[in-house]
């Protein structure tokens, strides 16, 4: 088997959740994930977008469905169960969705930081609780004997930033729960890894309300920002790494950011 179709089978066999799948990150998550052997279950709330994807990945060849939902309004179990019964095993979970509502928070309406934990924390937490009975099933079972949680944090759950105060709340604790997880459940070969971009060319900026955006997006544009194909390259070093190797936490920045 030639170098190409190793790495284009590493994933065969195994199928995995990707949320946010409909821009950025997770869409190019799924596309890495894809490419690597992956059944790929696309979770988001625009439907039209990963019916799209879905049907590109399988142009390529790809096994690819498309849930439509919003993750903060569902239940975790409910999804995760139905993505199961259709995929029939999970074995990667990419908790990629997330919002990036970044401002002063003496002018911050409450329910940009309620929306915040809402999905960066509340929904994460309760998908990831959904998946791990699937999840430590998929270790014993697969072929490759190992499962995987990724989880997208940020460098503002490394380091607290001013103007971000909530935002920067809600990934210390992603990047807290990836790693206290990563403890419990290593000796069942089900691995947990936080990955902490800086700054990423994606819609994040866009979300962000009038008087602060374009402060934002200025200093996006000082740098030659990360693109999220270089974070999904990240998560597929990350989910292929032998079963006796775990990542648990790795920040990629643009070479120009401080």
């Known amino acids: 088997m030639s170098e190409l179709q190793q790495t284009a089978s590493r994933l065969h066999g195994t199928a995995a959740v990707i ?3 409909s821009s950025g990150i997770g869409y190019a998550v799924a596309q890495a994930l894809a490419d690597q052997g992956a059944a790929v279950a696309l979770v988001a709330r625009r439907a039209e977008h990963i019916e799209a994807l879905a049907a590109e990945l399988r142009s ?6 498309a849930f439509a ?12 169960g139905r993505i199961v019964d259709q995929m029939g095993r999970l074995d990667t979970l ?20 309620q929306r915040t934990v809402d999905l960066n924390v509340s929904a994460l937490l309760e998908l990831t609780h959904a998946a791990l009975p699937h999840l430590r099933e998929a270790a014993q079972t697969s072929p490759r004997s190992v499962a995987d949680i990724v989880n997208i944090s940020s460098v503002a759950g490394r380091s607290a930033y001013g103007g ?3 935002y920067s709340a809600s ?29 990423v060319s994606t819609e994040l900026t866009d979300h ?12 996006y544009a000082s740098m030659e920002t990360l693109q999220a194909h270089d974070v999904a390259d990240t998560v597929g070093y990350i989910v292929t790494r032998p079963r006796h190797v775990a990542v648990a936490e790795l920040r990629v ?3 120009e950011q401080a």
Do not use: C
């Open 171 to 199: 990934k210390f604790a992603v990047t807290a729960f990836s790693e206290a997880l990563r403890q419990e459940l290593g000796s069942e070969h089900v691995r947990v890894s936080a990955v902490e971009p800086g700054a």
């Open 19 to 21: 949320t946010g799948a």
């Open 60 to 65: 390529r060849g790809a096994r690819a469905e």
């Open 253 to 255: 920045l643009p070479t």
């Open 94 to 113: 990419v908790n990629a969705a997330g919002v990036m509502l970044v401002g002063p928070a003496v002018e911050a309406p409450l329910e940009e930081w």
């Open 208 to 219: 962000i309300r009038d008087g602060v955006r374009q402060a934002n997006q200025n200093w």
């Open 164 to 166: 971000a105060a909530v």
């Open 69 to 80: 939902a919003d993750i903060t309004a569902v239940r975790g179990e409910s999804l995760l």
